[in-house]
């Protein structure tokens, strides 16, 4: 019978074999013994090694823990990817007219609610007596309280929730907040806290404020529009979440982009809330964050093939035409190819892209009134673009028009701009394959010279102007932003150089505005996407004060929409983009001249964003779009701007009681 040799557990010793050895023993028997022991010691060794052995230590129990949440959160999984079903909703949903609500079905209805400033008769018709405060309040009063509420919010997110809880509650209350504290708030509703809004938006959810039109219900878009609460929208902001400001894909989360953009059509143009329709189209996402993030609102799968995207966007579009046929659609934040495919795809539809051309309609209005302060001649003109994406090729074509609108050839006006992307300057011959929207601006005179630094660019170009789109922080250094200067001083007397530094949200600014006043010893006409504060700089005995510009598309799209809205345009065309560009470059007033600002300072929004919708809707007249019956174009036209501006006034939306 065999015996083994058995291990403690924790292999401090070893046991002896059971099996007695005999008192007298052969020779061969001692050896035999003799070679027992040397292996008996082997293994005590042994035994010892193995001590500390853990047959775990080289297993990644980390990556497996999270394989398996992974797995587990993917409730998709094994389920046909191409088969859709049909949702069949067997009634229409009931709402209470406004003339028949009372009690709480008024107060928790935010259209209707005003609060403390219910009147005496009001509180009795509606039996609101005893609902809400014995005290009657204005609105300017409800204003008071409401940001004092605001001003003890510790951070930028906190802020925009309980804005978020006004606008819940008691909607002309929240955009009697915004307009009469645009500059305060607008940063709140919009860039840049809308980034970190974004980011959060699945932990910060409590109630839906939008349309999610998941790609699993695409042959059922019809009937989700018509779930929205509100007739006939005037307009919609659609976004699929691929491309949110500089933060990448954000999958559902980037509808809080579409919710804070109509927010400023109200507050900055006056369409009416009811009228506005923010959507989200859900294709999964391509962001890890998110796919692990057990609290995310969208669909938990990577984003479908582009093919297919476009499929479900032709869908989205046809049920749009379908369900509200005079809605215009705005396209906001999809990723560069798609933005500037769809743009082409549907520029017969009723819409337009606000990133391509919104951005290229603010910025080339600032561009405008830089010109006219640099001293610079329209033939010298150079401009330099950090940025080949959506926006900056969307910029580039606006400020390209400026040109052939004075008499520049098409070919001329191009060879006037330079655009840099992460691989140095866009070029024909640079080995690489060209995106498709990067190729107008290609440039073919670099004699198979490439220069693959922005430092490098600019010692070549010599640029009068520097442009940034690049989502980037901190890539213009103070090397590049001399160099700029020392191209323009090099060029003659009294010469500024033009910086616009235009990416959102701050975190991503390719400058500050203290830096680019320092770096050219405040020369600069500077323009940014986010907002900055006054600069004070002492130079010598003399201190100035430098007040910054910031190109925000609010001074653009509001007025842009309303006038395509106004005008009953069956599409927006360019010229009615270059129209709005214009127009808002001859908004400034006598002080704001003086100041040496090339927008007007944002608490003038509304008033720029009646010039704007004037001037695009004679455009739309002009270009033979809008549907208006023509016997009130006869009238403005006898009567003029006047007549125009009075009757668009009392179109738009002023919360007062």
Avoid at 138 to 144: E, R
Avoid at 475 to 497: C, H, I, Q, W, Y
Avoid at 515 to 529: C, K, L, M, R, Y
Wanted: glycine letters at 8%; hydrophobic letters at 35%.
């Amino acid at each position: 019978m065999a015996s083994y040799t058995s291990y403690s557990t924790t292999g401090s010793d070893i046991s002896t074999p059971r099996s007695a050895t005999p008192r007298s023993a052969s020779p061969s028997s001692i050896t035999s013994r003799s070679s027992a022991t040397t292996i008996s010691k082997r293994m005590s060794v042994s035994g010892r090694r193995m001590s500390g052995f853990n047959p775990m230590a080289a297993v990644d129990t980390s990556a497996i823990e999270a394989s398996m949440k992974m797995a587990s959160l993917d409730s998709l999984r094994g389920y046909s990817a191409d088969n859709y079903g049909t949702i069949t909703q067997y009634r229409t949903t009931d709402y209470v007219p406004k003339s028949h609500a009372g009690g709480y079905q008024v107060l928790r209805e935010p259209a209707w609610n005003k609060g403390t400033s219910f009147s005496p008769d009001d509180r009795a018709s509606k039996n609101l007596t005893g609902l809400i405060p014995h005290v009657l309040e204005s609105l300017d009063t409800q204003v008071i309280r409401a940001m004092r509420m605001i001003n003890s919010r510790s951070t930028n997110v906190d802020k925009y929730l309980y804005l978020s809880t006004i606008k819940a509650a008691n909607t002309d209350l929240f955009y009697r907040l915004l307009i009469d504290h645009v500059e305060q708030l607008m940063p709140l509703v919009y860039t840049p806290t809308i980034g970190d809004v974004c980011l959060q938006y699945s932990t910060l959810y409590t109630r839906p404020e939008a349309l999610y039109i998941s790609i699993k219900q695409r042959k059922s878009i019809a009937t989700i529009l018509r779930n929205w609460p509100y007739p006939n929208p005037s307009i919609c902001v659609v976004t699929d979440g691929s491309r949110i400001l500089g933060l990448g894909d954000l999958g559902v989360n980037g509808v809080g982009i579409s919710i804070g953009k109509l927010a400023l059509y109200t507050g900055a143009a006056g369409i009416h809330p009811e009228q506005t329709l923010p959507i989200v189209l859900d294709c999964g996402t391509a962001n890890e964050t998110n796919l692990r993030d057990p609290l995310y609102l969208g669909l938990r799968q990577k984003r479908v093939s582009v093919e297919v995207q476009q499929q479900f966007m032709d869908e989205f579009m046809a049920a749009v035409k379908e369900v509200y046929p005079n809605m215009l659609v705005q396209f906001e934040d999809f990723e560069t190819e798609k933005a500037f495919k769809y743009l082409e795809r549907y520029k017969m539809e009723k819409c337009f892209n606000d990133d391509i051309q919104g951005t290229g309609a603010v910025v080339l209005a600032g561009y405008i009134g830089a010109v006219n302060l640099s001293g610079v001649p329209m033939e010298d003109q150079k401009l330099v673009f950090m940025g080949a994406g959506s926006a900056g090729v969307g910029v580039a074509k606006q400020v390209m028009e400026y040109y052939t609108r004075r008499g520049l050839s098409e070919q001329a006006a191009r060879d006037k701009f330079y655009l840099v992307d992460t691989k140095g300057l866009v070029t024909f011959d640079r080995g690489d394959r060209l995106a498709e929207h990067k190729k107008i601006f290609a440039r073919k005179d670099n004699n198979g010279h490439q220069f693959s630094t922005l430092e490098e660019v600019i010692e070549y170009v010599k640029p009068t102007a520097l442009v940034g789109l690049t989502a980037t922080f901190g890539v213009f250094t103070e090397s590049v932003v001399r160099a700029l200067k020392a191209s323009v001083d090099a060029s003659g007397l009294g010469r500024r150089p033009v910086l616009f530094p235009l990416s959102n949200p701050l975190t991503k600014a390719e400058c500050t505005f203290e830096q680019a006043v320092t770096w050219t010893e405040g020369t600069v006409i500077f323009a940014s996407g986010s907002p900055f504060s006054p600069f004070t700089m002492k130079t010598g005995d003399s201190i100035t004060t430098y007040y910054p510009n910031q190109g925000n598309n609010v001074y653009v799209f509001p007025g842009l929409g309303l006038g395509a809205i106004l005008a009953k345009a069956s599409r927006v065309t360019d010229a009615m983009v270059y129209t709005s560009a214009a127009a808002l470059s001859g908004c400034l007033n006598k002080e704001e001249i003086q100041m040496g600002l090339i927008y007007p300072k944002i608490q003038r929004v509304r008033d720029a964003s009646v010039v704007v919708a004037r001037e695009v809707m004679k455009s739309a007249r002009r270009e033979g779009v809008s549907t208006l019956p023509e016997e009130v174009w006869v009238e403005w036209e006898e009567w003029g701007d006047v007549a125009l501006e009075a009757w668009i006034k009392k179109q738009v939306y002023d919360p007062q009681w």
